[in-house]
């Protein structure tokens, strides 16, 4: 299977790298769309702007990552984050996104989602 291909893709929008406007136009596909954690529709452009706009990173820690595969060239990344921000706040969020292997390019992230995790992900992982 592709986990660790695609966690490290994936993870790779969690670093310094989310940053690089040539490597979101790379691993984003062009038809990226993205929920966003607070429920905001976004499309490539818009989240390539936002992410080339950040100061700095946020500190996200991933854990709980699960693959499921769609077809040879699809597949689903489930998985937990915490972020934490600069005034000391705690965000846990579930993700989950689809990855899609397209000819030339490699794998891309065609769908992203994150949505508030109310379950006590931020205890777990002791924040």
């Known amino acids: 299977m592709h986990l660790n291909e695609i966690k490290d893709l994936e993870c790779s929008l969690h670093d310094a790298k989310r940053a690089n406007r040539l490597w979101l136009e790379k691993i984003l596909h062009p038809d990226f769309m993205e929920i966003t954690r607070s429920g905001i529709l976004t499309n490539r452009q818009e989240t390539i ?33 915490v972020v934490r921000s ?28 994150g949505t508030p995790d109310t379950t006590g992900n931020r205890n777990r992982l002791g924040l």
Do not use: M
């Not at 600069?86 to 769908?111: H, I």
């Open 49 to 81: 702007a936002a992410l080339t706009a950040e100061a700095a990173a946020p500190q996200i820690v991933a854990s709980d990552f699960n693959l499921q595969p769609v077809n040879a060239g699809c597949v689903i990344l489930t998985y937990k984050t």
């Open 86 to 113: 600069g005034a000391g706040n705690v965000c846990a969020a579930l993700r989950s996104s689809c990855w899609t292997l397209t000819e030339g390019t490699g794998w891309q992230l065609l769908f992203h989602q």
